[in-house]
């Protein structure tokens, strides 16, 4: 296909005295948008592109403008049949099924000679051949391979801790707590192993949000923990779960001062009482009891209540309340 430097620059959409920087600026802007790698490109454009640019930048011989063309000119007839070539050929490529690399049949009677027609250049009446389109490519053995490095690596799950409020009665008797968690957990879709397509985008697990029930024993006291085996974060690759930490912390009790398990408040004490004594009855946070206040009590003695504090953690027995007097 000869092209003269007009034609060229045409092609390339530059004025015919465009410096070299302007022309390989406009040779590179339309490049990336045709080349036959690129999405939606046009193979034969880049091929002429890629011609008017050589010829422009001197890699090819560009015919001398005084010199006549060699090919006589074309009738109207010949015109009608290359325009019609061609675009046959364009409907053919359009048919092209990327997804497995095959072409839409064509009849073999029906040859195709698509060629290139520039406006103001000489063309050349040797049929061309046709395109190459380039299908999607499946992916290389490396990029396989790639695919399952990047796969998780077996690690064991991780411990997850949760802060757990504890009332009173759960404090004075022990009980069953219901709890809400988000965990890892193992993907559901790939069962673990990453897969790059899964929904888990190839971290083998995803967030999952739990209910559980917790048995909190008695005593509760802050700091204490209450453990659950393999309710953590799953583990990858086969590898044991993480186990799930509940931090206990006790709600405060209204009117004592919480010291480990003893308990201490202030008793009233009527002043009459208090010189003479007798019965009261004091509340705990078992329930009201009966203290006999001895006679001339003054404010500041203190009683000890045994057993009535609260219960000791992970153990049978209970602590104190101390009661410190306040003559009223």
Not at 37 to 55: C, K, M, P, Q, W
Not at 139 to 167: E, I, K
Not at 245 to 254: G, R, S, W
Request: glycine share 10%; with cysteine; hydrophobic share 40%.
């Amino acid at each position: 296909m000869d092209l003269t430097q007009s034609a060229c620059c045409h092609l390339l959409g530059v004025p015919e005295n465009a410096p070299l920087d302007e022309i390989r600026r406009a040779y590179r802007k339309l490049a990336r948008r045709l080349h036959p790698d690129v999405a939606g490109g046009d193979s034969l454009r880049f091929s002429e592109i890629t011609a008017a640019y050589n010829v422009l930048t001197g890699r090819c011989a560009a015919p001398k403008a005084q010199t006549p063309p060699q090919t006589p000119p074309r009738s109207a007839d010949d015109e009608a049949e290359h325009a019609k070539a061609y675009a046959e050929f364009r409907r053919r490529a359009a048919t092209w099924h990327a997804g497995n690399g095959s072409r839409a049949p064509r009849p073999a009677s029906e040859p195709v000679a698509p060629v290139t027609v520039v406006p103001g250049a000489a063309v050349d009446p040797t049929p061309v051949p046709e395109a190459r389109i380039t299908p999607a490519a499946r992916p290389s053995l490396w990029q396989r391979l790639r695919t399952r490095l990047r796969a998780p690596a077996p690690t064991a799950g991780s411990d997850v801790y949760l802060t757990l409020s504890v009332d009173l009665t759960t404090i004075l008797r022990g009980g069953e707590q219901g709890i809400s968690i988000q965990r890892a957990a193992a993907c559901p879709s790939c069962a673990g192993s990453g897969g790059s397509s899964c929904v888990c985008g190839g971290a083998g697990r995803v967030l999952v949000r739990e209910r559980l029930k917790v048995q909190v024993p008695a005593g509760a006291r802050a700091g204490a923990k209450v453990r659950l085996p393999g309710k953590g974060n799953d583990g990858l690759g086969g590898r044991a779960a993480g186990d799930l930490y509940l931090l206990l912390e006790p709600a405060p009790i209204a009117g004592y001062l919480r010291d480990g398990a003893d308990l201490r408040a202030t008793l009233e004490v009527p002043a009459t009482m208090a010189e003479t004594g007798g019965p009261l009855n004091v509340p705990t946070p078992w329930g009201p009891i009966r203290l006999d206040v001895p006679a001339a009590t003054r404010t500041g003695m203190k009683f000890r209540l045994r057993g009535q504090g609260l219960p000791v953690w992970q153990r049978a027995t209970r602590g104190d309340l101390y009661l410190q007097v306040q003559v009223a």
